[in-house]
């Protein structure tokens, strides 16, 4: 359970002498329609015309808290929003220097310095608005996050809808749901990869976090919960299904314990050493004949896996690629003929390593693993740390086989989530002040220490 703290005698609680600040309603429909207008860059035939162009719109929502503020600084709150700059901004810092170092090194290399100064840039643009959105809105960020994705997601089903027939489209529907993911036609094109892991991350608050005092409180979570699991299966990643009750019932072990703080540090070590092994065994092919013994189709990634093990190595003086480096190697694998496509390298721990490095891949492990989770217990509670926990081991799941260690959406989610949710702490802090005892007061204490009572 959360850590509660216990104050001294002579030291009392009191309510937060400022009134909770509310944006204006326009400024939170715009910071809405600014998230699901870049949610909409996903929709395969504008991301297909545009790229990752219409992400950008989200600099949007951060403009209405920067106007905001400028209106009706609440300074408290932007104190309070901006603590979590340092926290995140060290990832940057280790992506850009690191990948500066490895380009200084090789300015060949025009086309990845471009494409991984862009990530770097994309990056930064998730914390800056993970942070806005909850200077807007505190512990409600989680919810208008969750609001904006459902509507960007019922928006691309209307925008495809007309390509196959409102009436094919909705018997798609109801045959993925009714077989679990079966899929054909009008569903295959809702394949949205980012929003979709992002409703996984969702379903794990809403099923194990979120409030449920107050009917509406229920209501609300179940409804969450309902649009969570509809998105996943119609966004065919029903595979991960599994992962968010894996992490449920993780949730629930921990919460078994008086003191779950080292299971949480002990899980965040064995992911942080289990990426080294995960990265041998792919680079070895052991992974892949697991894998296949299983009976899992591997689509590709076999040899997509094993085709860099010419270009690194496995070693702590791998110095790295830089950013997007990888991405590279997949156009010149082919250009020879060697593949059929430019397709992901679909696994994000091998990505990181090729790309970063051995230092570059030990940072990002010790900060995501090892770090952030003290940080969330340190400063915040135990609850705090076991979403954040939750929430890390679902995303490491997706890291094998696919390509979401930077995908847009996922890391807004990772960012946003953790941070709302501590401000039902913030929210519940009191203003701490001693005051003198009363004569009444000062007058039992003597008589309880008079009689031993």
């Known amino acids: ?29 715009i910071a809405i329609l600014c998230t ?15 790229k990752g162009l219409p992400k950008a719109v989200a600099l949007g929502t951060i403009a209405c ?13 932007i104190k309070k929003a901006l603590s979590y700059l340092p926290l ?4 940057i810092a280790v992506y850009t220097s690191i990948s500066m170092y490895i380009w200084l090194m090789d300015l060949s290399k025009v086309s990845s310095i471009s494409a991984g100064a862009q990530k770097i840039l994309f990056q930064a643009i998730t914390i800056i608005y993970a942070i806005c959105m909850c200077y807007l809105f505190e512990d409600r960020a989680i919810n208008f996050l969750f609001l904006g994705m459902v509507i960007t997601n019922g928006s691309i089903m209307l925008l495809e809808m ?10 798609s529907v109801i045959t993925c749901v009714i077989t679990f993911g079966g899929a054909s036609g ?24 979120a409030p449920r005092k107050t009917p509406t409180e229920r209501k609300r979570r179940y409804i969450c919960i309902g649009f969570c699991i509809f998105f996943m299966l119609v966004g065919l990643k029903r595979s991960t299904l599994p992962a968010v009750a894996m992490m449920c019932i993780y949730v629930k072990v921990l919460r078994m314990f008086k003191k779950p703080e080292p299971l949480m540090l002990a899980t965040g070590i064995g992911l942080f050493l289990f990426s080294y092994v995960y990265v041998y065994l792919a680079r070895t092919g052991i992974m892949v004949d697991f ?4 009976g899992i189709e591997m689509l590709g990634r076999d040899k997509l896996w094993t085709l860099p093990n010419d270009y690194y190595e496995f070693s702590p003086f791998w110095k ?4 997007e480096g990888v991405d590279d190697l997949i156009k010149m694998f082919y250009q020879a003929g060697l593949i059929t496509s430019t397709f992901p390298l679909h696994n994000d721990f091998l990505r990181i390593f090729i790309e970063l490095g051995a230092i570059g891949f030990t940072l990002w492990g010790g900060i995501h693993y090892i770090l952030y989770p003290l940080y969330w217990m340190k400063r915040y509670d135990t609850e705090t740390c076991m979403l954040y926990m939750a929430l890390v081991c679902y995303m490491t799941v997706t890291y094998l086989t696919d390509n979401t260690a930077f995908y847009f959406w996922c890391s807004i989610g990772l960012r946003t989530i953790p941070m709302s949710y501590s401000y039902r702490i913030y929210k519940a802090e009191k203003i701490r002040r001693w005051k003198a005892p009363t004569v009444e007061t000062a007058a039992d204490l003597i008589w309880d220490i008079e009689t031993g009572g």
């Open 36 to 50: 699901v207008i870049a949610g909409l860059g996903d929709w395969g035939v504008l991301n297909r015309m545009l």
């Open 162 to 171: 007309p390509k196959y027939g409102i009436a094919n489209s909705i018997l």
């Open 65 to 77: 808290a920067v106007l905001n503020y400028l209106v009706d600084a609440d300074f408290v709150n």
């Open 320 to 323: 790295g690629l830089g950013f």
């Open 291 to 294: 894998l296949e013994s299983m």
């Open 186 to 209: 009008f569903v295959r094109a809702m394949e949205i990869h980012d929003i979709t892991f992002l409703f996984g991350q969702f379903l794990i608050y809403y099923m194990m976090f």
């Open 1 to 29: 359970m959360p850590y509660k703290r216990v104050l001294p005698y002579g030291v009392e609680d009191a309510e937060p002498q400022r009134p909770k600040k509310v944006p204006p309603r326009f400024v939170t429909f």
């Open 88 to 91: 995140y901004m060290l990832l």
